[in-house]
């Protein structure tokens, strides 16, 4: 078994994920190397959302019963823990959504409502980059057709790297908003926040950032970001579907107007006008996610006792381990950064001519699951001219061994095809 230097001890985390053990396919083992699509949940998140739904199950905020006020002290914990995990200022600066696209279309939705100073109309420009995730690039264009503001983005290099050789003259006086992913979804690419979130403060404007494939690999410090708005989402964090997140500044929330209206949200109603309640609650109308937010809470306590330096350095590791031996197969062409060095742990990659979807469908006959098509970010395959790519993305229970199955997995890919 192949030994490198600052893995976890996966044989022990492996335990806690039950669906680890599963074949596949008439007795395949399952390889599992889709985690930036979803990561697989560990006993104590099942366990948690168990737990709610036999002991504690109730609507939270409205009642005076034993089970409503349980079950609000369980979901309000959840959103001391995200603070706690992301260093932020106040717990009141975090706001539940079901997922980073609706934390996304939240702020592209404050911004196109709110007054000066923050309003984005056709006077104004909006600042994406090429790279992104079609979640933070389609509100962006609906806000910019629904307001006329201009829409600009960062080009990539062909190292799959940000281009920020005119940063000057993509971000100017006339930007309001610049939004951007941490880590690539699609090439992995750890972006250079300080550089982008410098220039944008040099011209006043608000710095929000897609942090999904970051939140689950990385300590997370929104302080130390300096951006205004962090997204990311629970599911690829080893918690539930259903629940994401989206921090911002508590200035910034206590003047942005709400994005959706309804029950919890409001302070008073009448039927000629609404006050509403104070962030973070002015932005979650109606019933949430409560049995989600508690499992994220879960997940973090999991992932927390781990320790996120221990997974970044063992997913560096095993990066560093994929991109030489991916290195190796023949016909193969990473897209993205070719060496570990500020990058993440999702690999994207053709194989010569095969399509990327059946080097994913023999993969997956051989028990091996990763992705293959645009990962949500078609721009990237065209700036590359390719039709779509395959992904192998790895975490904290990823090891060597699943590396090697995939590779001798491609070679069965390319003597299948000829």
């Not at 939705?109 to 690039?137: C, F, K, Q």
């Not at 040099?202 to 970001?225: F, K």
């Not at 999991?302 to 996120?308: A, K, P, Q």
């Not at 350095?313 to 062409?333: C, F, I, M, N, S």
Request: net charge negative; aromatic share 6%.
């Amino acid at each position: 078994m192949t030994q490198l230097p600052g893995l976890l001890d996966t044989e022990a985390i492996r335990k806690d994920f039950p669906i680890l053990d599963r074949q596949v396919h008439d007795g395949q083992k399952l390889v599992y190397l889709d985690n930036a699509a979803t990561s697989q949940k560990p006993r104590q998140v099942l366990d948690a959302l168990n737990e709610y739904y036999e002991r504690y199950n109730a609507n939270v905020h409205r009642g005076v019963h034993v089970l409503a006020e349980e079950a609000t002290a369980l979901y309000e914990g959840a959103r001391d823990k995200v603070a706690a995990f992301i260093n932020a200022p106040s717990r009141d600066e975090v706001i539940f959504t079901k997922n980073a696209s609706e934390s996304l279309n939240l702020v592209a939705n404050m911004l196109g409502w709110a007054d000066e100073p923050y309003r984005v109309d056709h006077e104004t420009e909006i600042v994406i980059t090429e790279m992104e995730h079609h979640s933070n690039i389609v509100p962006w264009q609906l806000l910019a057709q629904r307001t006329g503001a201009k829409l600009k983005w960062f080009g990539l290099t062909d190292d799959g790297r940000l281009d920020l050789s005119n940063i000057d003259e993509i971000i100017t006086e006339k930007t309001k908003i610049v939004s951007f992913v941490l880590v690539s979804n699609i090439l992995g690419t750890v972006n250079p926040v300080e550089a982008i979130v410098r220039r944008a403060q040099e011209v006043g404007a608000l710095v929000c950032i897609d942090a999904s494939q970051a939140a689950p690999h990385m300590p997370m410090d929104v302080q130390a970001l300096q951006a205004d708005f962090v997204a990311f989402t629970g599911h690829k964090m080893c918690g539930p579907t259903g629940i994401g997140v989206l921090w911002g500044r508590q200035e910034l929330l206590e003047d942005l107007p709400p994005f959706l209206g309804g029950g919890e949200m409001i302070e008073t109603v009448s039927m000629h006008s609404s006050t509403y309640a104070p962030a973070p609650h002015k932005f979650e109308a109606g019933t949430p996610p409560i049995a989600q937010a508690v499992g994220l809470g879960a997940a973090i306590d999991y992932l927390s006792s781990i320790g996120m330096d221990k997974i970044l350095a063992h997913e560096h590791a095993l990066t560093e381990y994929a991109v030489k031996k991916l290195g190796e197969v023949p016909d193969l062409r990473i897209i993205g950064p070719t060496t570990a060095e500020d990058r993440g742990a999702a690999i994207s990659f053709t194989l010569g001519d095969i399509h990327p979807h059946d080097v994913g469908q023999v993969l997956d006959e051989q028990g091996i699951a990763v992705r293959v098509g645009h990962h949500c970010a078609r721009p990237v395959c065209l700036r590359y001219g390719i039709p779509a790519t395959t992904r192998a993305s790895f975490y904290l229970y990823s090891t060597p061994a699943e590396i090697d199955a995939l590779v001798d997995g491609l070679e069965h890919v390319r003597n299948f095809f000829g």
